[in-house]
């Protein structure tokens, strides 16, 4: 069985999609299945690397192809990105690709599986689409292109929902984006749901006193709210700001000081949003820190005794937050802004591992975490939950495993 990613992103760039690929793909060459990727030759967060256009690593052969580099900025420009990797990546198919392969696309840049689809098809291979988002719909949940989007909408749905009908297999990464799928026309056998994951070897629960990044950023004595990861257009803000000014005004009033601190780490288009925020509304209990390298992720996430995830409720379905599962395989509770009947929102009700808040509800945010700040023993109870749900169900371990069983059955029908 021979197994070909195409991704725009792999090792060693560190953002999402491109971790959870590394794992996949290092793992399954570990277990003795021939890999490739194609993937660019880009870095989420170093723009101008140069990584060298075929390699072997971990025993997984790497193909990166030439793509421009204007970066996330404009959408145009964005755009030709994308297209400048389809037109690569197709090539590059093209030539690796043989019959009797397993192609896997993700879907970084948008609608990859309309590229992997003919080619697949011609070459004698078989597709299956792994689905991190469902593109336009998540486009037009965020008003992307005004007009022009929603013009241009109709047509892109028609082609990938035909890609995604050629596909041996489409896998989500939650039960509401594969109800989604279903809605969409696609057959029951043709939909499989992997949720993603946590290394939990790598990312272990640490106490408060023995966690370096507690003490090196001033934290050792507080009460911790912490975000990790990207802040972007499917996040919410409004409801954290109106949280973080509720409790710095309850730290001023006749209430015992808790002295909550709000931990912001990581990146986005929101969080230099958040930055000025901050200093406009004259907020003084927040501090931000860049990402942090993934062999300190264990420190990282235990930095903060419970972490905020958030997700706009008109984007359930087609985009499911990883970072609850690196909270969770941290041992700390998730508090979730968003729909109550979401993906996380069951998560957490089903392994009683956090609380749900809705977005706009700002002062019941503030009211459960001053909640959680009293009762460091139900936080640390949420917490072990949450652990326990991480390591049994949603460990890298254990989706690599699942992913191999499927892969195995894919490669067999042939």
Excluded at 214 to 230: A, E, I, T
């Amino acid at each position: 069985m021979r197994l070909i990613f195409i991704n725009r992103f792999f090792h060693p760039d560190h953002s999402a999609t491109s971790q959870l690929l590394s794992d996949l793909a290092f793992g399954l060459a570990r277990r003795g299945a021939s890999v490739a990727v194609i993937t660019s030759g880009l870095c989420y967060d170093a723009p101008n690397s140069k990584l060298q256009a075929h390699e072997m690593i971990n025993g997984v052969e790497v193909h990166r192809v030439w793509t421009s580099r204007f970066g996330r900025g404009r959408l145009f420009v964005r755009s030709i990105d994308y297209l400048t990797f389809y037109l690569a990546a197709a090539w590059a198919m093209l030539r690796v690709v043989k019959r009797g392969d397993v192609v896997i696309a993700m879907t970084d840049p948008p609608m990859l599986s309309v590229v992997a689809a003919p080619i697949t098809k011609l070459r004698g291979a078989r597709l299956v689409n792994w689905l991190q988002d469902l593109f336009p719909e998540v486009a037009e949940a965020l008003n992307v292109g005004g007009g022009f989007g929603v013009a241009a909408f109709a047509p892109m749905r028609w082609v990938r929902n035909a890609s995604l009908r050629r596909a041996a297999i489409n896998v989500a990464i939650g039960e509401i984006m594969a109800d989604r799928l279903s809605q969409l026309g696609m057959e029951p056998e043709r939909v499989r749901v992997l949720p993603n994951w946590a290394d939990c070897d790598t990312i272990k629960p640490l106490e408060n006193s023995a966690n370096p990044l507690r003490s090196d950023w001033k934290l050792s004595s507080r009460f911790v709210v912490g975000y990790s990861g990207n802040l972007g257009r499917a996040h919410d803000i409004e409801t954290l700001l109106e949280a973080i000014s509720v409790t710095e005004r309850s730290e001023n009033n006749d209430l015992p000081p808790l002295q909550i601190r709000w931990l912001f780490i990581g990146g986005g288009s929101l969080f230099e949003e958040m930055k000025r925020e901050t200093t406009k509304r004259g907020l003084k209990t927040i501090e931000f820190k860049p990402y942090q390298p993934r062999e300190r992720l264990s420190e990282s996430l235990s930095a903060a005794d419970i972490h905020i995830v958030s997700l706009r409720p008109e984007l359930e379905g087609l985009i499911v937050p990883s970072k609850f599962y690196g909270v969770a395989a941290a041992g700390r509770p998730t508090l979730f802004i968003g729909s109550r009947d979401g993906e996380i929102a069951k998560l957490i009700a089903r392994h009683k591992c956090g609380v749900t808040v809705a977005i706009g509800d700002g002062a019941g945010l503030a009211a459960t975490v001053n909640a959680m700040a009293r009762d460091l023993s139900r936080c640390h109870a949420m917490g072990a939950q949450a652990r326990k749900a991480c390591v049994e169900l949603y460990s890298k371990t254990s989706a690599i495993e699942a992913w191999h069983r499927l892969l195995s059955e894919i490669a067999d029908d042939q």
